[in-house]
């Protein structure tokens, strides 16, 4: 089946978050949720399952755990068993449990900033300690990490690092050398992995994948995999994702900890998950393609015609860490774009440390709508330079 990404599908008279924040003449970019339809098996299997009627309480569905272990297999050659997955309503869910079940009060976690919003909130939400170190920006944009920073930012209450691979909002897809040096670190230190991996179907041409505990049995034994459906198939409204524990002790305490605070996971998202692993791995195939076609149009456009604004080319995601400082802009970018382009972006200060200056733009949708977004932000800027440069002279005479 062919699939056509350059349809908008009207979202406002929806229920979407996305579209209805904001009046009708400000562009949604903000939000990591795509504006294209769900692969045609997974509407037919929600159609199919709504047809019978009867909604109760769910269990896994036939097929569903063995899907998940062929599609791990398949893409990671991973192996893993059908007791490791644990069933959750969301990957922010899971991460806040594992905080909950391995941190105690007082524990640290440790996170890499700029990062994810629910993040910077884990520790506290667990009664422990947020500890932080900042990734480092290189002059081309791409973020590394300062190894002597990283090991630095342990101490003696450190109990989790939290990682987010592939990085949301910075783009960078971690390597394995990266991920052995991460993983390394954190078993000499004595810190459990949480690694959020919800973006790791969403990579390009010579960024793959690779889950961190793929990289050895040993590091299994200390990690939590955070993985979902809901980025990869726009299913993000049916909360299904899924846990991956190898540790069975682990596993345990995991999931004690969610008992009378997760109670099951919705049908429709076990269902829409099951369909998705099975049969819609030709529409993301064609939605990868027209991804990495808007990623180029966006480096290139930015790159070129938004004065003082600057990217690097995201690895993994369909979000763009766009860098606003040298744009003179007088206070937040996020506030300027909004009201002078009426373009919603994502507020960088709002990823922790390291975000201010920047935005974070959503290139998950048509291209009609990445074009005239980038048309708005270009004609805001050039009206707010030529502002700048006409007012100029005026304070020189004063």
């Excluded at 924040?21 to 903000?30: A, H, I, K, N, T």
Aim: overall charge negative; charged content about 20%.
């Amino acid at each position: 089946m062919i699939y056509n990404f350059d349809v908008l599908p009207d979202r406002r008279s929806t229920e979407s978050m996305k579209w209805n924040r904001f009046p009708e003449d400000v562009l949604p970019m903000w939000v990591a949720d795509m504006d294209f339809v769900s692969p045609e098996p997974v509407i037919r299997a929600l159609q199919e399952r709504i047809a019978h009627g009867v909604f109760g309480y769910p269990g896994d569905p036939p097929g569903l755990r063995e899907a998940i272990i062929g599609y791990l297999s398949d893409s990671y050659g991973w192996q893993v068993k059908p007791e490791d997955i644990v069933f959750l309503p969301g990957v922010v869910t899971g991460f806040n449990l594992a905080a909950q079940a391995f941190t105690g009060p007082g524990g640290g976690v440790l996170i890499q900033t700029p990062v994810y919003m629910p993040f910077l909130g884990v520790a506290r939400n667990a009664g422990g300690t947020l500890q932080e170190m900042e990734l480092t920006r290189q002059p081309d944009g791409r973020y590394t990490v300062d190894w002597d920073a990283f090991e630095n930012a342990f101490t003696d209450q450190t109990r989790m690092f939290l990682l987010c691979n592939p990085h949301n909002p910075v783009g960078r897809v971690y390597t394995r050398p990266e991920l052995e040096t991460m993983a390394e670190i954190c078993l000499r230190r004595g810190a459990l992995i949480c690694s959020d991996e919800i973006h790791c179907d969403l990579v390009y041409p010579g960024h793959p994948h690779l889950p961190i505990a793929a990289l050895s049995p040993e590091v299994a034994q200390r990690t939590i995999t955070l993985m979902a459906p809901s980025k990869t198939f726009n299913i993000a409204g049916l909360s299904c994702s899924f846990a991956v524990i190898q540790n069975a002790e682990l596993r345990s305490q995991f999931s004690k900890s969610g008992k009378g605070l997760v109670h099951g996971t919705n049908l429709l998202g076990l269902v829409a998950a099951q369909a998705a692993y099975q049969e819609g791995w030709d529409w993301l195939e064609q939605l990868l393609a027209y991804l990495d076609g808007n990623r180029k149009l966006l480096y290139q456009y930015v790159n070129d015609q938004l004065p003082g604004v600057r990217m690097a080319l995201p690895e993994g995601t369909y979000l763009a860490w766009l860098d606003c400082r040298g744009a003179g802009i007088n206070g937040r970018p996020y506030d300027f774009f909004l009201e002078n382009a009426r373009v919603a972006v994502g507020d960088g200060a709002a990823f922790g440390r390291g975000g201010e200056g920047f935005v974070r733009l959503n290139f998950g949708c048509p291209r009609p709508m990445l074009i005239e977004a980038l048309e708005r932000m270009r004609k805001s800027l050039e009206e707010f330079s030529g502002a700048a440069v006409q007012a100029a002279p005026q304070i020189g005479r004063q």
